[in-house]
């Protein structure tokens, strides 16, 4: 439906602020880099026979509902493909200043530390019963209980656990991951653990323990006639209950529950319950007298299912050691630093993979695709030769990506638009009347304009205004602007600065790097309303509520928000029928 829509209005989209003067376009441009170095990258993994995906592989991964800690891949199915979408989904959420810095610790100098951490967590230290009391708090804390279950994710390295009591906690720092170690490697730690390992082995056991249940019999309201309460209890003895565990998290391993929350229940009988507090149990897992005594007269329940629960931990922790070092030798987690967000000559490129991959489908595909590498580098490089070739590739590369499902004649034509031909506009900057020429060449510009055009002279100006801007900026040709009847002259960083038209970063980010013929509901990006608004003197005007009517009826995707400008206009003169900036 928003694909028709886009063609009844006859409005061009686009992924990004794309006349912002605040849009990379330096020569390391993310965008350049996103959609030629990185797309390639992607697409060699993704196809290749021997690494992509298998056809009936879902990806789901684990995942933080607020982003706490980093998503991590389930169900993996040995494939590199599946390791360089993992990879890319961590970057999207951790960032690439933390996804740099866990490679540096991960890789560095200090790899070698770190693994030593890392193993010994991965050995000892997941799975329930583990322990975690922040030593930067002192006064009471959240939680009283600092036991729960915990479970490491390998990148970036974080320590997760989710305590009996309910919170969760995240540990990234080396030394909150050193204490962490140093606290469940305390004796006294370890002591209260085997507590409570012994009352998980009792769990669905018929134990032995005495107990003295008063039933109060009678009424507390009075009878009528000023007559008197009555109430008395009866007592009722029982010998052995049903011990039961209650949980707050649920992860079934093995046939055994290890989610975390450890609430003791003992059923005596159809409503007879009694908590913890009746076998000596208390919140810090202390062996009280009355706690020993349990153990004691239930000695025998004990050390054979101990035994098994002992085994299904150690196995759940070697399957995840062994899962996590399996995904590291499909892929490593450096490539997406080293190769994928790091264009380069490659020349040597195959070499330094070799080195660092330990796949040999991985090897194999850098090494069989140089003549790829050289020529998406080639692409690269044109398109970064200067400014103004940058900002121009970026332009047709967002329209083609964004608008060939919508105009018919982008299609019939995709040889001069898609940037994946070496013949497309987007790596011939040509003057407008070229331009012009070439459009109305294959059918997308009319001398007498009609409705349903979507290139039109609006457009044209929008696009060597912005060019005109980046050539000519800080020079004397530099194209000036007024910001409502404000005389004053102001180039574009300037009026980005002094328009208050919402944030300015806003449609400035990575944008798109795959095809998207739908258009998306969105408010408009600040240069798309800044070109848009009309003069007015009128600073006091705003949008009101209806702003947003032509999207909520499907007529247009986009709504102005916030304060809109006062328009812009500048200091043209008409010669021979066509207006022409006045430069003084």
């Known amino acids: 439906m928003r694909n028709i829509v886009k063609k009844l209005t006859h409005r061009m989209d686009f992924s990004i602020d794309i006349f912002s003067p605040r849009l990379d376009i330096s020569p390391s441009s993310l965008h350049t880099r996103r959609r030629i170095w990185q797309e390639a990258v992607s697409t060699l993994l993704l196809t290749s026979p021997e690494c992509k995906i298998p056809v009936k592989q879902t990806m789901t991964f684990a995942q933080a509902p607020d982003s706490q800690y980093p998503p991590y891949l389930l169900n993996f199915a040995d494939s590199p493909a599946e390791r360089h979408v993992e990879n890319l989904k961590i970057l999207r959420e951790v960032g690439i200043d933390a996804y740099q810095l866990a490679v540096a610790l991960l890789y560095g100098p200090d790899f070698a530390w770190y693994k030593h951490l890392a193993e010994k967590i991965q050995r000892q230290f997941i799975g329930p019963d583990c322990y975690w009391k922040d030593p930067a708090v002192q006064s009471k804390p959240v939680n009283t209980k600092h036991f729960g279950n915990a479970w490491w994710i390998p990148f970036p390295p974080t320590l997760v656990l989710r305590s009996d009591d309910g919170p969760l906690f995240v540990l990234r720092d080396v030394n909150e991951i050193e204490s962490y170690i140093a606290q469940n490697s305390d004796p006294t730690v370890q002591k209260k653990r085997q507590i409570r390992m012994a009352l998980r082995a009792l769990d669905g056991q018929t134990v032995y323990w005495p107990y003295n249940y008063l039933k109060p019999v009678g009424t507390n309201s009075r009878w009528c006639c000023g007559g008197r309460k009555y109430h008395a209890r009866d007592s009722k003895h029982y010998e052995t209950a049903v011990f039961s565990i209650k949980r707050k998290g649920d992860l079934v391993y093995q046939g055994v529950q290890l989610g975390s929350g450890l609430q003791v229940q003992l059923k005596y009988d159809r409503g007879v319950l009694a908590d913890g507090s009746v076998i000596g149990l208390d919140d810090d897992y202390d062996l009280t007298p009355a706690l020993a005594r349990f153990f004691a007269l239930n000695e025998r329940l004990i050390p054979h299912r101990l035994e098994e629960l002992e085994k299904v931990l150690e196995t759940y922790r ?267």
Do not use: C
Not at 327 to 339: G, I, M, P
Not at 352 to 372: C, F, N, T
């Open 318 to 584: 070697h399957d995840h050691m062994q899962q996590f070092k399996t995904k590291a030798d499909v892929l490593s987690y450096r490539f997406l630093a080293f190769v994928y967000n790091q264009p380069r000559d490659p020349i040597g490129l195959a070499e330094s993979s070799i080195e660092s991959e330990r796949d040999l489908r991985v090897r194999q595909l850098m090494v069989g695709s140089e003549a790829i590498f050289e020529i998406t580098y080639e692409r690269l490089a044109a398109v970064t030769t200067t400014e103004a070739a940058t900002w121009w590739y970026i332009f047709w590369d967002d329209l083609w990506r964004r608008n060939n499902v919508s105009i018919k004649a982008l299609q019939i034509h995709a040889p001069d638009f898609d940037p994946h031909y070496p013949t497309s506009i987007a790596y011939h900057p040509i003057p407008r009347p070229a331009l012009e020429a070439f459009l109305a060449q294959r059918g997308l510009l009319n001398k007498v304009p009609k409705w349903s055009d979507f290139f039109h002279s609006g457009l044209l100006n929008t696009i060597y205004l912005r060019l005109n801007d980046i050539v000519n900026h800080g020079t004397q040709r530099e194209v000036l602007f007024h910001l409502g009847d404000d005389p004053s002259e102001l180039d574009m960083e300037q009026v980005d600065f002094d328009a208050a038209v919402g944030p300015s970063t806003l449609g400035t980010g990575g944008g798109t790097d795959h095809d998207d013929g739908s258009i998306r509901a969105r408010p408009a990006y600040r240069w798309e309303g800044l070109l848009g608004d009309p003069l007015r003197k009128d600073k006091r005007w705003r949008r009101r509520w209806f702003a947003k009517m032509g999207s909520w009826f499907g007529l247009t995707p986009l709504w102005r928000s916030g304060m809109p400008s006062n328009g812009l206009s500048l200091d043209v003169q008409l010669v021979n029928g066509r207006y022409i900036l006045i430069e003084e």
